[in-house]
């Protein structure tokens, strides 16, 4: 590595691109407020800076024929239809959201589901028209197995759980956790000396939007997963409006001990009950990675993992891009 590029690494201008090039992946343009807030340091070691001294290098630095700006959004050089394209995925996550509210008020009678939140959320308002909605779920120590079959059985119910060509606005299920195993870092995928891989995961668990939070099990989430602001220095959670949440008052937090009591029993059967019942590409893959997980701490079932994917054309773009400075600096 040259004397330009080592300078490029250790100054402002590396995080602001790669943050800029992430989003860019999802067709996200950002604010300079958003370029702030998600800003990214690879190797873990950024200290928080002010949202003034982005401003200033987005103003300032050499990025000219790399990165455009645009009605106050930063994106990438020729991806101007990227503009349009968040205005109306901000509709449709809108929509998907009141969706996940009207089931949430469903669940919130289940007594052992501590946590909803919303997760694929790269980005603030970022879901596709025709894309199901992932659902993040905590469930009470010990009951993460009656959490999930009361899950899966109302929607099936309800005729939200996607299916093949049937998938827009439905509810995927596919990641539980147990209350008492909220801190993530055994999820990511291995780095490779480069720095922080698994970009995709560190920004999931930084948008994650929760409508259902029973106890203050979200502030333990982020208090659990504090470590992702060693990448990501100037996140902040930020919670969904009170209109976007629902919660449990007296009448159902009664209900919750009446269940507790004559269904309680059953976590252990259920669990055998589901088990059997897995589909068999879960069972080919299950507990032989970090991208399906099935025991009592956690049901993560990502059969179809795309981080590493995300992850080659995030680092390919970013080197790509940052050789192309690097080159017209030295002309």
Request: aromatic share 12%; with cysteine; charged share 30%.
């Amino acid at each position: 590595m040259d004397v330009e590029a080592i300078k490029f690494d250790n100054d402002l201008r590396r995080p602001i691109l790669d943050t800029i090039t992430f989003f860019d992946l999802f067709d996200y343009p950002l604010t300079a407020f958003e370029v702030w807030k998600f800003l990214f340091f690879k190797h873990g070691d950024g200290a928080a800076v002010g949202l003034e001294d982005v401003l200033r290098v987005l103003e300032e630095s050499d990025f000219k024929g790399v990165v455009s700006e645009r009605h106050g959004l930063y994106f990438l050089e020729g991806r101007n239809e990227i503009i349009e394209t968040r205005m109306k995925r901000y509709n449709y996550s809108d929509r998907k959201m009141k969706k996940v509210l009207s089931i949430c008020r469903i669940y919130r009678f289940i007594p052992w589901i501590k946590l909803v939140a919303v997760g694929n959320m790269i980005g603030s308002h970022n879901l596709k028209d025709k894309s199901d909605i992932d659902l993040f779920i905590v469930a009470q120590e010990g009951r993460i197995w009656l959490v999930r079959f009361f899950c899966a059985a109302i929607a099936e119910i309800l005729g939200v759980r996607p299916r093949p060509g049937d998938t827009r606005d439905k509810m995927c299920l596919s990641f539980y956790v147990s209350e008492d195993n909220l801190d993530f870092r055994k999820y990511m995928l291995a780095g490779n000396g480069g720095g922080m891989k698994d970009v995709y995961f560190l920004y999931w668990i930084a948008g994650l939007v929760p409508v259902y939070d029973q106890g203050g099990c979200f502030d333990e989430l982020m208090d659990a997963n504090g470590w992702i602001k060693e990448y990501l220095p100037c996140f902040y959670p930020v919670l969904a409006e009170g209109s976007r949440m629902t919660s449990a008052g007296p009448a159902i937090r009664t209900f919750h001990r009446l269940m507790e009591r004559l269904m309680g029993f059953l976590e252990g059967r259920l669990k055998k009950f589901q088990l059997n019942r897995l589909p068999e590409a879960v069972k080919k893959k299950m507990n032989l990675g970090n991208s399906v997980v099935v025991d009592d701490k956690a049901l993560k079932l990502h059969v179809l993992d795309r981080r590493e994917e995300v992850a080659e054309k995030f680092i390919a773009k970013s080197s790509g891009i940052v050789k192309r400075i690097i080159h017209n600096t030295c002309i």
